[in-house]
């Protein structure tokens, strides 16, 4: 099985007045999408999205313990130390989509989300779970093991940290956190990382051999 994400743009991002001087930040919009290809090439048919989306709501939503992470969790398990926001809904509507509403909570990473929020900053959802997929005419389908582990983390680009591996190992640019890696260096960390690999490389082949001379003396 392995680690699935789709990033959704179609969210909106609400404030609401709670009337003691206090706001209220939610999500709301398109979580998940059935039967359409996505931007990854993939297809969640309607079977299979309905039957873990009924499983997540049961399980998850209505014991309020729904929760998503701000930023690219490496795995399927909610880090509850990066919990930004808890899902509150998450239903079919007629045409295929799964229409999510989430809460910012109170938390460090929640008031992040709130600060980012109220400056204005456009942000995403990225659902996250795990599953195998089959391949149909170059279109991957995702199987029925196909496990929702959140369905949204807040994401500012969903695809930076897979982008990020491949970039360095293809000498490639990308921007990550707050620093920026050139091709140049880039490419300068790929040599070190080779370079380093050989030396070890060669190091133990010394160390098989002076063994190897030893145990001949020894005869």
Known sequence: MKLIREEINDCEYIVEDK????????????????????RNGRVYPQEVLEKEVNRYRKEFIDRKRAFGELGHPDGPTVNLERVSHLITRLEPDNKGNYIGEAKITDTPYGKIVKSLIDEG???????????????????????????????????????????????????KE????????????VSEIQE???RE???????ANANAFENFMQKLTKR
């Open 197 to 203: 690999t050989r030396e070890r490389n060669a190091r």
């Open 121 to 171: 900053a456009q942000l995403g959802v990225s659902s996250r779970g795990m599953g195998t997929l089959e391949n149909k005419g170059g279109t991957n389908y995702v199987k029925s093991d196909f496990y929702l582990a959140t369905a949204a983390d807040i994401v500012a680009d969903p695809s930076a940290p897979q982008a990020f591996v491949n970039g360095v190992m293809e000498g």
């Open 192 to 194: 070190q990382i080779e």
């Open 19 to 38: 009337g003691d001087g206090a706001k209220k930040h939610l999500i709301r919009g398109i979580f998940m999408q059935a039967n359409i290809k996505n």
């Open 174 to 185: 990308w921007i990550w956190d707050n620093g920026l890696l050139k091709e140049k260096e």
